[in-house]
């Protein structure tokens, strides 16, 4: 999506951004609540929340702020010549997110982004969500992404000009590294499915999004199985504490992908996710919930 469709859009779906005096953080204030949030169970789904903080870095990345004259930390001139591929992310969710609806006023939602690791080729972004009638922290987000090269498709440096300028604005300096799963050879559930175009982004890949309904898919028909201990009903009536998700390969509309479950032994809480194409690991993901 260009940077000039981008600020139309965010015009249209009133996303403000506000950039700090120092430049080391921006603020994107979000339009509010709709009906596409919310799951079948009545709460905020929570692949709705990662696109939150999805499109809040492609708002703060792309709209110009007209104090600086640019966009946050200049990322889509850092981005003109090569891609950014997400290779982990990972979201913590306060209990307090979970009682939004209770208030008598609607929640007034907004995220902060701000460096939190810079190396020779990834990168990473941190996100809080917080509600501005309160005060309340909700929620945080950790997302690295890889520099990848648009002819070899291969990982590249990022650019000097833009490491030097932006390395000191660095403030976790760490890493988000996801170690594989280990998929256990007993007690696993298996759910097949075909990948459609609804699924898949602008660079007609899956998008991470899809992955992770594919995840609660699978878990709902688990559940509907009785394989989990303690799950009941519907996976939806429980709120999750964290989830963890790291992206290994590709697949595209018309593949045929095994999402495998487990549950944590030691766990209970904790879900365990691994997407396949021909036995090829794809997404992994561990969810833990508020049990």
Same mark, same amino acid.
């Given at each position: 999506?260009?940077?000039?469709?981008?600020?139309?859009?965010?015009?249209?779906?009133?996303?403000?951004?506000?950039?700090?005096?120092?430049?080391?953080?921006?603020?994107? @204030?979000?339009?509010?609540?709709?009906?596409? *949030?919310?799951? @079948?169970?009545?709460?905020?789904?929570?692949?709705?929340?990662?696109?939150?903080?999805?499109?809040?870095?492609?708002?703060?990345?792309?709209?110009?702020?007209? *104090?600086?004259?640019?966009?946050?930390?200049?990322?889509?001139?850092?981005?003109?010549?090569?891609?950014?591929?997400?290779?982990? &992310?990972?979201? &913590?969710?306060?209990?307090?997110?979970?009682?939004?609806?209770?208030?008598?006023?609607?929640?007034?939602?907004?995220?902060?982004?701000?460096?939190?690791?810079?190396?020779?080729?990834?990168?990473?972004?941190?996100?809080?969500?917080?509600?501005?009638?309160?005060?309340?922290?909700?929620?945080?987000?950790?997302?690295?992404?890889? #520099?990848?090269?648009?002819?070899? @498709? !291969?990982? &590249?440096?990022?650019?000097?000009?833009?490491?030097?300028?932006?390395?000191?604005?660095?403030?976790?300096?760490?890493?988000?590294?996801?170690?594989?799963?280990?998929?256990?050879?007993?007690?696993?559930?298996?759910?097949?499915? !075909?990948?459609?175009?609804? *699924?898949?982004?602008?660079?007609?890949?899956?998008?991470?999004?899809?992955?992770?309904?594919? #995840?609660? *898919?699978?878990?709902?028909?688990?559940?509907?199985?009785?394989?989990?201990?303690?799950?009941?009903?519907?996976?939806?009536?429980?709120?999750?504490?964290?989830?963890? #998700?790291?992206? !290994?390969?590709?697949?595209?509309?018309?593949?045929?992908? &095994?999402?495998?479950?487990?549950?944590?032994?030691?766990?209970?809480?904790?879900?365990?996710?691994?997407?396949?194409?021909?036995?090829?690991?794809?997404?992994?993901?561990?969810?833990?919930?508020?049990?």
């Amino acid at each position: 999506m260009s940077s000039f469709r981008f600020f139309r859009l965010s015009g249209l779906l009133n996303i403000s951004v506000a950039i700090s005096k120092d430049g080391k953080s921006a603020t994107v @204030r979000l339009p509010g609540l709709g009906i596409d *949030d919310f799951n @079948r169970a009545g709460g905020v789904a929570i692949w709705r929340v990662l696109h939150w903080f999805s499109w809040s870095r492609i708002a703060a990345y792309h709209v110009k702020d007209a *104090d600086f004259g640019s966009s946050f930390l200049e990322y889509d001139k850092m981005t003109s010549d090569v891609f950014t591929f997400m290779a982990s &992310t990972r979201t &913590t969710v306060n209990s307090a997110f979970y009682h939004l609806l209770e208030s008598s006023s609607p929640p007034v939602l907004s995220i902060k982004l701000h460096l939190g690791y810079i190396g020779a080729s990834s990168l990473n972004s941190v996100a809080v969500l917080s509600d501005i009638n309160s005060g309340s922290i909700l929620a945080q987000n950790v997302n690295q992404v890889v #520099c990848i090269d648009k002819t070899t @498709r !291969k990982p &590249t440096p990022i650019p000097d000009w833009w490491k030097q300028k932006y390395e000191s604005f660095v403030e976790e300096n760490e890493r988000l590294v996801l170690p594989l799963l280990n998929v256990p050879v007993q007690n696993i559930y298996k759910y097949d499915l !075909k990948v459609s175009w609804n *699924d898949t982004d602008v660079y007609k890949h899956v998008n991470y999004q899809s992955y992770i309904k594919y #995840c609660f *898919d699978a878990a709902m028909d688990a559940v509907n199985r009785e394989f989990y201990s303690g799950f009941r009903d519907d996976i939806l009536n429980y709120n999750v504490k964290s989830i963890d #998700c790291s992206y !290994k390969g590709e697949s595209v509309a018309g593949d045929l992908i &095994t999402v495998v479950t487990w549950q944590n032994v030691e766990t209970p809480s904790v879900l365990h996710f691994s997407i396949e194409k021909q036995e090829n690991v794809v997404f992994q993901s561990s969810v833990e919930f508020y049990l």
